[in-house]
């Protein structure tokens, strides 16, 4: 990469940087992107994750905030499963103003593998502990995720390869869905 190019980067804000003297100080993880550029490229970055892939179908710096283990110390080994498949039901519907996910306990409890009675029990604590919402409408039964939810490790603490903003490139907190599960909701 020709230095000029790399300081009329800095220079105009396309790559952050802090000048230091006649230095420039600039973070790895937001070289990255200009050093290994994402168009048509799949490789993976030096932490071994693919930065798109973040997010497919799960924010995956839910997984490394320790609510999987608190979860299933309170409720169960059948509570981390059921409220992780209630954030993927989520994230299938998109982003409607209203995120309520239809509440179907048979096709809940086929997609979890548990029986009915178990995904039932678990749908009552996540809600008795205000990880969900239980909305009774006129149309049927739905759920909501609490947001923001609460957990034990906080997303700045959680490293950029497991899907948290620490070492992350400054523009991380843009992508919606590592946001999502941590604005205020309703």
């Not at 290994?36 to 030096?46: I, L, Q, V, Y």
């Amino acid at each position: 990469m020709n230095t000029e190019v790399l300081r009329r980067w800095l220079r105009s804000g396309k790559l952050p940087g802090v000048k230091v003297g006649s230095d420039w100080r600039v973070n790895s993880a937001d070289l990255e992107p200009f050093l290994n550029p994402a168009g048509g490229s799949d490789k993976t970055t030096a932490g071994g994750e693919n930065p798109k892939k973040m997010c497919f179908r799960f924010p995956k710096w839910l997984e490394f905030s320790g609510l999987p283990r608190q979860l299933n110390e309170k409720f169960g080994a059948q509570a981390w499963p059921v409220f992780k498949k209630l954030i993927e039901l989520d994230f299938e519907i998109g982003k409607p103003r209203d995120r309520m996910l239809p509440l179907n306990m048979a096709e809940l409890a086929e997609r979890t593998g548990y029986d009915e009675q178990i995904v039932a029990a678990m749908i009552k604590q996540l809600q008795l502990h205000k990880f969900i919402k239980h909305h009774q409408i006129k149309s049927g039964e739905f759920v909501s995720i609490v947001t923001p939810i609460k957990t034990p490790r906080l997303i700045l603490d959680i490293s950029y390869e497991h899907g948290g903003v620490k070492g992350a490139p400054s523009k991380a907190l843009d992508n919606s869905c590592m946001r999502r599960y941590l604005e205020p909701g309703d």
